[in-house]
């Protein structure tokens, strides 16, 4: 009777426990991440800047001179960029026309010796310097006909740059 | 003296099952927002095979389970700098099939009775991101926790 007793109270206690085992709690974690770019700014510069021109003399103005047009970037740090262009076939002056084509280079750091390309080409690939800076420089030549019309021609370069 | 004997038996019959089910939880592919720019708010869907969070668990079939998740409020980045998150009602999935295109969505913000169909399911996790306009360059990362419970 007595080691009858003790037996019953084991099986209770392995009761116990195999009830114990049906409830089970488990944790798992996983990370969330996220990367915070720095947003491009593009600042205008400089302008392209002919000054005068005469009908019939072709002109030119190089990525070195001080008259060339100058775009400043500034982004994330030695990160890829594309760029495009809208660039002007003609320079205007009321409905008379100048024909211009451009030029350009980019650069790191603010020096026109750089890698050239043609703005009109399409999307130019490009990498944002150490800090974060990048420049682009536009030259040109413009056309003036023998019989080009006098007055103050202007025109427009867009630029574009995104990650 | 036969008798005990065999309630010991009868015992470990019944107990010996219970201790050898093989149920877990285990934190497969983290959420993650990628590139994100300051002041543009970064949304992650459930079904975004790439980029949602995801659970796998592991339960006998029929077996039911509680999943309460652990949410950050916030990721925490360079210097300190914190970024906004938010959980929804709808950026919780269960799948008892384990596929991201048979979920059955519920509210992480609250606890979930799950039910298994099979031995493994999966629950996968969406969210937002919401960086300040002044939000800081870098890495940003936090912890989500999910706790099963299993019935």
Redesign the interface.
């Known amino acids: 009777m007595y080691t009858a007793t003790k037996v019953a109270v084991l099986a209770l206690a392995l009761v116990a426990a195999g009830a114990a085992t049906a409830q089970a709690q488990n944790n798992a974690s996983i990370n969330v991440t996220a990367a915070v770019q720095q947003p491009i700014t593009v600042v205008a510069a400089t302008n392209l800047d002919f000054g005068n021109v005469f009908p019939g003399v072709v002109k030119g103005i190089t990525l070195a001179s001080p008259a060339a047009g100058r775009f400043s970037v500034t982004g994330q740090a030695s990160t890829p960029v594309s760029m495009t262009f809208v660039v002007p076939a003609n320079l205007t002056s009321g409905l008379n026309n100048l024909p211009i084509a451009f030029s350009a280079s980019w650069n790191g750091i603010n020096d026109p010796a750089g890698s050239g390309f043609t703005p009109s080409a399409g999307a130019t690939a490009a990498t944002l310097s150490g800090t974060g800076t990048l420049f682009v420089f536009v030259g040109g030549t413009v056309t003036p006909s023998v019989g080009q019309v006098a007055g103050a021609y202007t025109g427009t370069v867009q630029m574009t740059v995104v990650y | 003296?036969r008798?005990?004997?065999s309630?010991?038996s009868?015992?470990?019959a019944?107990?010996l099952p219970?201790?050898g089910?093989s149920?877990?939880?285990?934190?497969?592919?983290?959420?993650?927002?990628?590139?994100?720019?300051?002041g543009v708010s970064?949304v992650v869907v459930r079904t975004d095979a790439a980029n949602s969070?995801?659970?796998d668990l592991k339960a006998h079939p029929g077996a039911t389970a509680s999943l309460t998740f652990l949410l950050?409020a916030v990721?925490t980045?360079p210097a300190g700098a914190t970024?906004t998150?938010v959980f929804g009602a709808n950026d919780a999935g269960f799948s008892a099939s384990q596929s991201i295109n048979s979920q059955v969505a519920f509210d992480p913000r609250t606890p979930y009775l799950a039910t298994f169909s099979g031995n493994r399911a999966s629950v996968f996790?969406g969210?937002t991101?919401n960086?300040s306009t002044a939000?800081?360059?870098?890495?940003?990362?936090?912890?989500?926790?999910?706790?099963?419970?299993?019935?």
């Open positions: 003296m008798v005990p004997e309630i010991i009868l015992c470990f019944v107990s219970l201790a089910q149920t877990g939880v285990t934190g497969v592919r983290g959420l993650a927002f990628g590139t994100v720019f300051p970064r969070g995801q659970f950050p990721m980045g970024m998150l996790l969210g991101a960086p939000q800081r360059a870098g890495n940003y990362t936090g912890t989500i926790t999910l706790t099963v419970v299993f019935f």
